[in-house]
């Protein structure tokens, strides 16, 4: 089933997400959906609480990218990241709970993530380049992170037009189901 994507700036999307303890037959759903949900909207990686949900879940597939030829899709839940290469790299973002903006983060170039499959088993994962990228994008999510939270103010304040249309509705390009938080549609 496709989900509609939580944009900016719904509240679910600054909540810490919940561990997962126990696999339940509507968390095996969520990751199902959620791949589906992914794939519609020509995703490379999508976090729970972006199709508002609070358990700490992640899916990614980068198959159809340049550097995913040998990378299968992922499914991780509970993923933290428990080392960091000294070396960063530059990269352009884009989310798809920020439709219309894009922008440059730097972030290290490789990490371990640890998680758990859907078993519930441990399992542990080094990445480097987009795939490195992606599972930080979407781990932050679970912190309640936006991948504009990791660029300098001076950028960020580029931004706050773009930003304020997104929150108050204005002239949202979103070619898949999205729900909107009319907390904020106030003048
Ligand atoms: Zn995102």
């Not at 340049?66 to 290469?85: H, K, M, V």
Request: with cysteine.
């Amino acid at each position: 089933m496709i989900l509609p994507i939580y944009l900016y700036n719904h509240p679910i999307l600054r909540q810490k997400a919940i561990p997962i303890r126990s696999i339940t037959p509507e968390i095996v759903t969520l990751a199902e959906n959620m791949f589906e949900t992914m794939y519609q909207a020509n995703g490379i990686g999508l976090a729970a609480n972006q199709v508002g949900q609070r358990h700490a879940m992640i899916v990614v597939d980068i198959r159809d990218t340049d550097e995913g030829n040998d990378t299968p899709p992922l499914c991780l839940l509970n993923p933290r990241i428990i080392a960091y290469s000294d070396k960063q790299v530059e990269y352009e973002e884009g989310c798809l709970s920020v439709p219309g903006i894009r922008e440059l983060v730097v972030r290290p170039d490789q990490v371990t993530v640890e998680y758990d499959d859907l078993e519930l088993h441990p399992q542990r994962i080094e990445a480097e380049g987009l795939l490195a990228r992606v599972l930080q994008h979407e781990i932050d999510h679970l912190q309640g992170i936006y991948f504009f939270d990791r660029i300098s103010p001076l950028r960020r304040s580029f931004l706050r037009n773009k930003l304020k249309k997104l929150e108050r509705g204005i002239a949202i390009e979103c070619a898949y189901p999205y729900v909107h938080s009319s907390v904020n549609v106030e003048q």
